[in-house]
């Protein structure tokens, strides 16, 4: 008896999983071409940024395997058009608004994301990040005493 409530269990998360492929949002990975990326501080904050923002923050997306696969999909492409609408490091000659915003965002904990375990960074790392991101792109801070 249990054993054909998990079978039709089963059978009924396969269909479900069949039947969302069918859902055209998520696999459109298309890599804009690459236009200007700032003036980077340093060789090191530069690497850093690769392995850790650039995924979702420029026009250099390596898309995994399994970004071909709804809902997975869907949550990958969200965030990287969201990512690459808000900090754009392949794209520095136009406007980036929130740039000044990203080291503080890199040292509280916020990004990356903690669902990307390959993004992680070790304490010394997200403080270099960080540094090297008020270097690279300004801080709010910077810009108040400048005015």
């Known amino acids: ?3 054909a409530w998990v079978r039709r269990v089963l ?11 069918a859902v055209p ?5 298309a890599n804009p071409p690459l236009r200007v990326e700032p003036a980077w501080d340093s060789k090191r904050t530069r690497e850093l940024a690769v392995r850790t923002c650039f995924a979702c923050h420029s026009n250099e997306t390596v ?12 949550l990958i492409q969200r ?4 990512g690459r609408r808000e900090l754009n490091f392949s794209e520095w000659n136009r406007a980036q608004e929130e740039a000044h915003k990203s080291a503080n965002t890199v040292r509280k904990g916020s990004m990356p994301p ?8 070790s304490y010394a790392e997200r403080q270099n990040l960080a540094r090297g991101l008020e270097g690279t792109l300004g801080s709010r801070k910077r810009e108040k005493n400048n005015s």
């Open 1 to 3: 008896m249990i054993g």
């Open 25 to 29: 949002y998520g696999r459109d990975h």
């Open 79 to 82: 965030d990287v058009q969201k």
């Open 11 to 21: 059978l009924g998360v396969i269909v479900i999983f069949l039947v969302i492929q």
């Open 63 to 74: 898309w995994p395997w399994y970004s071909n696969f709804a809902p997975i999909s869907w």
């Open 114 to 121: 903690w669902y990307y375990p390959w993004a992680g960074l």
